[in-house]
C-alpha cells in the first residue's frame, strides 16, 4: 500500500492561520550546587531607591517619592535549600 499525502484544505490553513502561537516553554531552573531541579517558591518585591541614613531623615516622606518595588521570582532547591532570584516570568 502508498501512502499519498493530501493537501490541507483552504480551512485548516485558515484554522493554522488564527490560532495564537504557543509561548515558548519556561527554562528549567537547575540548583548549581547539587544539579536537583528547583522549585517555584512565589515572588518578592524588593524596595529600591530614595535614601538612607541622615539625608532619609532629612527629607521625611519626600524620600519616599523615588522608591519603587522590584518583583523578583523565588526558586529554592529541596535538596540542599539554597535560594535562586530571577526577573519576574523566568
Same mark, same amino acid.
Given at each position: 500500500?502508498?501512502?499519498? &499525502?493530501?493537501? =490541507?484544505?483552504?480551512? #485548516?490553513?485558515?484554522?493554522? !492561520?488564527?490560532?495564537? &502561537?504557543?509561548? =515558548?516553554?519556561?527554562? #528549567?531552573?537547575?540548583?548549581? !550546587?547539587?544539579?536537583? &531541579?528547583?522549585?517555584?517558591?512565589?515572588?518578592?518585591?524588593?524596595?529600591?531607591?530614595?535614601?538612607?541614613?541622615?539625608?532619609?531623615?532629612?527629607?521625611?516622606?519626600?524620600?519616599?517619592?523615588?522608591?519603587?518595588?522590584?518583583?523578583?521570582?523565588?526558586?529554592?532547591?529541596?535538596?540542599?535549600?539554597?535560594?535562586?532570584?530571577?526577573?519576574?516570568?523566568?
Amino acid at each position: 500500500m502508498i501512502f499519498v &499525502p493530501q493537501k =490541507p484544505s483552504e480551512a #485548516q490553513l485558515e484554522e493554522e !492561520a488564527a490560532a495564537p &502561537p504557543e509561548p =515558548p516553554p519556561r527554562p #528549567q531552573h537547575v540548583c548549581l !550546587a547539587c544539579r536537583v &531541579p528547583m522549585t517555584r517558591s512565589g515572588e518578592l518585591n524588593f524596595r529600591v531607591g530614595g535614601s538612607v541614613g541622615g539625608s532619609a531623615f532629612l527629607k521625611g516622606n519626600w524620600n519616599e517619592l523615588s522608591e519603587q518595588l522590584q518583583p523578583f521570582s523565588v526558586y529554592h532547591c529541596p535538596s540542599c535549600g539554597k535560594i535562586d532570584l530571577y526577573e519576574p516570568g523566568m
